[in-house]
């Protein structure tokens, strides 16, 4: 009995333990000068039962940019931190390197560099405090539930965010020095970049967050909203009271969101653009289900809802971009042969039809530097250049095409850096994210990510 007592408190004391601990996203990032082969046999955490460990095999190529990553799931919690060991296998030689570690925003991530000899070294280690939030670039792995930034100075990753579930959209703040990414567990994440710490909002009101917008009003107030593709709504998140406050009904299965951003953040928009959101902010809302735009007409003080108008799309709508020079906003028709395309200014809008872009256009953007609309093309991969006839816009007009550029991947999203004059492609299928010159129409660099891209985000 006395035996048997001692085995029943081992095995609780080691139950407590391990119920302590949560499947923390283990990182593991390799950057050498040439191409290697590299075989994780297992990574040990000094001072944790077996349980904690990595077990390999895992094999990673580092052919493609000389780089590659290690994500697995290890029972580690939140702060924990110590020395490691690494175990691995190069030219058929097994060797061994010690590491520190520290879990930290629900990731325990670390950085090697991998010799001419062969051998493995750490990187020096690197917080989000050493980086400036406007080099940084962002990229959603949703299915993973990562958000990874990146050195736009660099070329390297600098950190990486883990949630407790698979993400589905993200934007960053005007007011905070914060990201908003929604979660598929119905909560929105804020994510705050000087400081490093995580929180959640629960979303309440709706279910299936999809798109996440930020909106900033006259008042001070800062809103997100949040469209919900289950329950066909549109929650409304108030950043200073942090929590839900509202919802508006859409319906058609709402799959995009956007809010115009303050009138002191635009650099090249119109006089009659400016003077719109001196009073006005659109909330625009894709309904892909629906073949529908939204335009809700929103107080520039505290953006409530003031007017509402409803528009016709073209089959299955899946994102919206808009042009402040301009006036003009964009809807992508991944189901058509057209992009549609209307005023910002509401009292002015009607929906066109901008034929001649063809079929799987996916995204698109507006490059202010060259006033070009820039469109990706699913299949066959392609970047198309073009205009628009801005004047005298009639039921249907034609887009002026510029040329492209011809694509071996596959493109889902693309972002227009105006401060770097290039173009960032995401390729989910290959797992890497592209950067195109604006100009020159050439490739610059490609990153590899450890996950399935969504979406990126420029600061």
Do not use: H
């Not at 402040?324 to 042969?337: A, P, R, T």
């Amino acid at each position: 009995m006395w035996c048997f007592s001692w085995i029943l408190v081992f095995f609780l004391i080691i139950f407590s333990r391990i119920s302590e601990a949560q499947d923390i996203k283990l990182l593991l990032y390799f950057r050498s000068q040439d191409p290697f082969t590299i075989t994780i046999k297992k990574v040990e955490f000094e001072g944790k039962e077996s349980n904690y460990f990595f077990n390999g095999p895992y094999t990673l190529k580092l052919s493609e940019n000389n780089e590659g990553y290690l994500l697995a799931k290890v029972l580690l919690k939140e702060g924990d931190y110590g020395n490691a060991k690494l175990i691995y296998e190069i030219d058929g030689k097994v060797k061994e390197t010690l590491f520190s570690f520290r879990v930290k925003r629900g990731v325990c991530f670390v950085s090697f560099s991998i010799l001419k000899d062969g051998s493995v070294v750490l990187n020096k280690f690197s917080d989000s405090f050493s980086y400036v939030k406007e080099n940084l670039l962002s990229v959603l792995l949703g299915s993973e539930g990562l958000v990874g930034f990146y050195d736009r100075i660099s070329n390297k990753p600098a950190f990486f965010v883990g949630f407790t579930s698979d993400v589905s959209s993200f934007s960053s703040s005007y007011k905070y020095d914060m990201v908003y990414v929604s979660g598929k567990d119905n909560f929105l994440y804020t994510y705050d970049i000087s400081m490093g710490n995580v929180e959640k909002i629960p979303i309440m009101r709706g279910s299936g967050p999809v798109s996440t917008s930020v909106g900033y009003f006259n008042s001070g107030k800062e809103i997100v909203f949040v469209a919900n593709g289950k329950t066909e709504n549109v929650s409304i998140i108030d950043m200073d009271l942090k929590s839900e406050v509202g919802d508006i009904k859409v319906s058609g299965g709402p799959i995009k969101v956007f809010v115009d951003p303050p009138p002191d953040r635009l650099k090249d928009a119109s006089k009659e653009v400016l003077a719109y959101l001196e009073n006005y902010r659109n909330l625009y809302v894709l309904s892909y289900y629906g073949a529908k735009l939204t335009i809700f007409q929103l107080s520039a003080w505290d953006g409530k809802v003031v007017a509402k108008r409803e528009y016709q799309t073209g089959w299955k709508p899946f994102n919206l971009f808009v042009d402040y020079k301009n006036g003009l906003f964009y809807v992508i028709n991944e189901g058509s042969d057209f992009i549609n395309v209307g005023y910002i200014v509401i009292d002015q809008s009607s929906l066109f039809r901008l034929e001649g872009v063809g079929y799987n256009i996916v995204d698109g953007d507006y490059m202010s530097r060259s006033d070009m609309v820039i469109l990706a093309r699913s299949s066959p991969g392609e970047l198309i250049f073009g205009r628009v006839p801005v004047t005298g816009l009639v039921y249907s007009s034609k887009f002026q095409s510029y040329g492209g550029i011809g694509l071996e991947f596959t493109p889902f999203k693309l972002k227009y850096d105006s401060r770097a004059g290039c173009i960032y492609v995401v390729d989910k299928k290959k797992r890497k994210f592209f950067v195109f010159d604006e100009l020159r129409r050439d490739l610059m660099d490609k990153f590899n990510v450890p996950g399935t891209p969504y979406d990126l985000l420029l600061f």
